[in-house]
């Protein structure tokens, strides 16, 4: 059997899982690692696979089945994005909810240019979780879809947070309400804005001399990331971060609640839950099941950008359609 080839564009937390990932694949391969850091200086845990700079990857288009890009959606991914798009069947876990719609018109044209299936937002949200709110809301469309995220660490507003000048290093808590959760667990059906799901905790360790009354004001300002969440933010040392927040847990809830009957009178409610040890090594998994759908899709002459509400469930799956028949339906 040939293995998908599988690249790795950035080597953070994502990118290692990935790589681990791909260990519990066995029709998948890694062929290399991408980075914008010096390549000598990055050891990958695969005997054989080396580390490339990232101005390499265009001349390995031939060596390479999928690439799996792992770069941050704030600034990374924007511009990886289509430009990878533009040379490989690719697989991304973008994950600013506004702004998908324009991601993904920019990924659609370059890969319908080069004939490439490129699977956009494929994580647990977006991804999975999207998943569950079009198959709730399909089967019970007479209802309120809620979406609760946590207690865990976000990776995305983790690393935007990073990014503000005068940051040396972050990480930061998505809190779930509970009093919100179980309104809606009792079917009362409450409208919440996202301020009155959830709520954010940033533990930052500041550079030396650096401001952190702006620095906090920078981080709660954030469009699309704080703006729109009570927030705090706790500066803390190196060594607290290290301690107190090696971790990088997660989860969450996707909740439907609908009627059905001549007066509504029956109640439903669909629940999608996930607890994960590790946010990364998840979110990595689902981009690997991805990635053998994008291989399989272009395989088949399909090319363009897609979504994991485009995909058929059993391209993610390694087994046969014989098998899947047989074993899980």
Request: hydrophobic letters at 35%; a negative charge; glycine letters at 10%.
């Amino acid at each position: 059997m040939n293995k998908i080839r599988i690249g790795i564009i950035g080597y953070g937390n994502l990118g290692k899982s990935v790589e681990l990932g791909i260990r519990q694949n066995k029709d998948m391969e890694l062929v290399g690692v991408f980075t914008r850091r010096e390549p000598s200086t990055i050891k990958t845990l695969t005997e054989g696979v080396k580390a490339y700079s990232i101005d390499e990857a265009k001349n390995m288009t031939d060596q390479i089945d999928v690439m799996v890009l792992c770069g941050g959606s704030m600034s990374d991914m924007p511009v990886q994005g289509p430009l990878f798009a533009g040379m490989f069947n690719t697989v991304d876990g973008y994950d600013t909810h506004a702004k998908i719609p324009d991601y993904f018109d920019a990924v659609n044209k370059n890969a319908l240019e080069a004939g490439k299936v490129c699977i956009i937002s494929s994580g647990w949200d977006p991804g999975m979780f999207s998943l569950n709110r079009l198959y709730a809301e399909a089967i019970l469309p007479e209802g309120n879809t809620y979406t609760f995220w946590g207690k865990g660490v976000s990776q995305g507003h983790s690393d935007a947070i990073r990014r503000i000048k005068g940051v040396k290093n972050a990480k930061q808590y998505t809190i779930p309400i509970e009093n919100a959760i179980e309104a809606v667990k009792k079917g009362d059906s409450p409208e919440l804005t996202a301020r009155e799901k959830h709520r954010r905790e940033c533990f930052v360790v500041a550079e030396e001399g650096a401001d952190k009354t702006q620095i906090e004001h920078d981080i709660k300002t954030m469009p699309n990331y704080f703006s729109d969440y009570d927030t705090e933010v706790h500066f803390i040392t190196e060594e607290e971060l290290e301690k107190n927040h090696s971790g990088l847990p997660h989860g969450g809830l996707v909740i439907r609640h609908g009627k059905t009957g001549l007066k509504g009178e029956n109640n439903h409610v669909i629940e999608y839950k996930l607890d994960l040890d590790s946010n990364p090594d998840f979110t990595a998994n689902v981009l690997l099941a991805y990635a053998r759908a994008a291989y399989r899709l272009n395989q088949e002459g399909v090319s363009g950008a897609k979504t994991v509400v485009d995909i058929a469930p059993a391209y993610l799956s390694n087994k046969s359609g014989e098998e899947i028949r047989k074993s899980i339906l």
